[in-house]
Nanobody, 128 residues
Framework: QVQLVESGGGSVQAGGWRRLSCTASGDTYSNSRYCLTWFRRAPGKERVGVAGMRVANDPPYYHDSVKGRFTISQDSAKNSLYLQMNVLKPEDTAIYYC???????????????????WGQGTQVTVLS
């Protein structure tokens, strides 16, 4: 089993920033077996992948809607994942989920069906 715990959600004014964190733990978790990613579910919409670490030397994946504003990073020694969100917009309002995907799938775009483990989610609300 793998446990994922997110933190850092809250309310912020449009144009502001927020930094989310996720810590992975569990007997079967390792950086070589899984890549960590961020998904979000906006009100009334489906959950979509917004940013994800990839395997080997592949660059991180970003959804078009967040490119240039969000930055994903990882501290492997701490089994931690971060999402720096800048220039936030009201449409970024969502529940943000940390997700672990088996390494074999860690290339290209993010697909919900490839997620093996989910965190509980953290709410981010961007006020206009």
């Amino acid at each position: 089993q793998v446990q994922l715990v997110e933190s850092g959600g809250g309310s912020v004014q449009a144009g502001g920033w927020r930094r989310l964190s996720c810590t992975a733990s569990g007997d079967t978790y390792s950086n070589s077996r899984y890549c960590l990613t961020w998904f979000r579910r906006a009100p009334g919409k489906e959950r979509v992948g917004v940013a994800g670490m990839r395997v080997a030397n592949d660059p991180p994946y970003y959804h078009d809607s967040v490119k240039g504003r969000f930055t994903i990073s990882q501290d492997s020694a701490k089994n931690s994942l971060y999402l720096q969100m800048n220039v936030l917009k009201p449409e970024d309002t969502a529940i943000y989920y940390c997700a672990a995907i088996p390494a074999i799938y860690c290339r290209g775009p993010l697909y919900e069906g490839e997620v093996r483990y989910w965190g509980q989610g953290t709410q981010v609300t961007v006020l206009s």
